[in-house]
């Protein structure tokens, strides 16, 4: 039995049945694989990479190396919207929701403090109720006001590592149905991290906005819950990050990994074993994550 088989030779073999066992038996995913290994006759089955098989670890490395650059250079974040929009202060004045007095103690005890959100002091000051302020800011952002109701902290866990819930102030809220996954924002939604997450989870994101207090509640109930293992890098180039990547890959021998980044940070989820179709997140034990810092400055593979 042969061990090694060119993909001239490929068409001879199966094409009888083509149709119904190709999907069984895939060529490796990376595009300038050299080999022309079948999966059939290699002893590896995984690691898959978005979607591809890599007959080798210099394949897996290759496919690693490209998602890498793609999502550094590739313009693979947010697209960069301009929206011009009113100031929460002005928005609440021009409703007859504060007073112009209220709006300048609540701006005059921002600038003093040096911090805070301006709806936090209005809130803080009892100038306004946290409903009105959240639905000032759904306005603002032109996204819904969303209620924590049924959010539950150690299903809602493995969305994302917590490293990145922590860091951008996101909360994945509930999923409904098989599609779809809720996601509120401390202030204001974040395109950029709610398509990344539309990219890692495969489900139909729908962005908006808490009250702050429950957002905080809710948020430091997730960030207690357990989370799936991580490992975490700083790289000091992206060739680094991809070595790293590609180790754990090879490592761990995912049944599927993805790539995506959130601003500075580069995130790779592997799936140890295919996930239950029943749930549209899969559980913390079923799933991995690297998370990495990256700069954009010099890094070049
Ligand atoms: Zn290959």
Known sequence: MPVLM??????AQISPVEGATSALFPQCGNPNCKSGWLRLWRSRDVPVFEGKWACSTLCARELIESAVLRE????????VVHQHRVPLGLLLLSQKQITQEQLRRALDAQ????????GEWLVRQKAAAPEQVARALAAQWGCPVLSVDNFHAAMMAPALPRLL???FGV????TAGQTLLYLAFE???DSC????????TGLKCEAGVLCDSEFE???????????PKVRLLEATSLRGVAHAMTAMVEERRPVEARLVRMHNYLWLRLWRRAGSQRRPLPSADEIEDMVCTFSTEPGIL
């Open 187 to 189: 202030s204001r939604p």
């Open 171 to 174: 909360l994945p809220l509930r």
């Open 72 to 79: 550094v250079h590739g313009g693979m974040g947010a697209p």
């Open 111 to 118: 600038a003093k403090a040096g911090t805070g959100r301006l």
């Open 6 to 11: 060119k993909r001239t030779e490929k068409q």
């Open 217 to 227: 509640r809710a948020h430091a109930a997730l960030l207690r819950a357990s989370f």
């Open 193 to 200: 991290i709610t398509l990344a997450l539309e990219r890692m």
């Open 165 to 167: 819930a922590d860091s």
